[in-house]
């Protein structure tokens, strides 16, 4: 069931669009209805899977591996909106105010997506009310993070990549022996996320390490203290 082989199981797929949280509680057929016709592809690492304004009628659901969300400012440069794992949605907006997608999807792992037509999408939250909450929740957990990076802005160096740990944890952070365990991305992503210096990103986690704030090896970041390292926010 390698993704970066294309050895997957279409069932498995299936289970894991259906455990996303919008699905939470909703009777079974409902669930079923919704997705039957579930299509799952393999991407490999930093690849475009969507182009702006070329997403199709479709919600993208990650099944395996990591994507960025990104867009361009004023000045052409990119901005990394946001990174998503395993279980997460995207793409869920469009098919509600009917306008183009205004974003690129970018893998940064293997990768594979799990898309369900927006027809389908739509039918479920005209009716069932409770995925109508869901994606509220969805969607208020998000702009809650937004509101949070907006307001460290102006904070220092440390808080800021902090907070983007604690971001990634809040989104993705999976319990493990030593402790919450993320994906230990590249020093180029955190520093897009953050608006610091690769070079500023790189000293903060050596800091960060030495400290035992974090753990780091070739594909996990480790942290062993959430409460620690949020009471480095300032």
Same mark, same amino acid.
Not at 45 to 72: C, H, M, P
Not at 124 to 130: A, H
């Given at each position: 069931?390698?993704?970066?082989?294309?050895?997957?199981?279409?069932?498995?797929?299936?289970?894991?669009?259906?455990?996303?949280?919008?699905?939470?509680?909703?009777?079974?057929?409902? +669930? $079923?209805?919704?997705?039957?016709? @579930?299509?799952?592809?393999?991407?490999?690492?930093?690849? %475009?899977? *969507? &182009?702006?304004?070329?997403?199709?009628?479709?919600?993208?659901?990650?099944?395996?591996?990591?994507?960025?969300?990104?867009?361009?400012?004023?000045?052409?440069?990119?901005?990394?909106?946001?990174?998503?794992?395993?279980?997460?949605?995207?793409?869920?907006?469009?098919?509600?105010?009917?306008?183009?997608?205004?974003?690129? +999807? $970018?893998?940064?792992?293997?990768? @594979?997506?799990?898309?369900?037509?927006?027809?389908?999408? %739509?039918? *479920? &939250?005209?009716?069932?009310?409770?995925a109508g909450i869901r994606l509220s929740q969805l969607m208020a957990r998000r702009l809650r993070q937004v509101n949070r990076r907006l307001r460290l802005r102006e904070s220092d160096s440390t808080s800021r990549v902090a907070d983007i740990i604690l971001f990634l944890a809040d989104g993705q952070g999976k319990s493990g022996q030593g402790g919450l365990e993320i994906p230990n991305l590249p020093h180029r992503e955190l520093s897009s996320l953050s608006g610091l210096a690769r070079e500023t990103v790189t000293r903060v986690l050596s800091k960060l390490e030495k400290k035992g704030l974090i753990v780091r090896d070739k594909d996990l970041m480790v942290i062993p203290d959430i409460n620690a390292l949020e009471k480095l926010l300032v």
């Open positions: 069931m390698d993704a970066r082989h294309g050895h997957r199981d279409p069932q498995i797929d299936l289970q894991l669009v259906r455990s996303a949280l919008i699905f939470k509680d909703l009777p079974e057929d409902a +669930v $079923i209805q919704a997705t039957s016709h @579930v299509v799952s592809r393999s991407h490999p690492a930093n690849q %475009v899977i *969507l &182009l702006e304004n070329d997403w199709g009628s479709s919600v993208y659901f990650i099944l395996d591996g990591w994507v960025k969300i990104r867009t361009y400012n004023l000045d052409g440069k990119e901005v990394t909106l946001n990174i998503l794992g395993r279980g997460e949605l995207f793409g869920e907006m469009a098919p509600l105010d009917e306008v183009p997608r205004s974003t690129d +999807v $970018i893998t940064l792992v293997p990768t @594979v997506i799990g898309s369900v037509p927006a027809s389908d999408f %739509v039918h *479920l &939250l005209n009716t069932q009310p409770l």
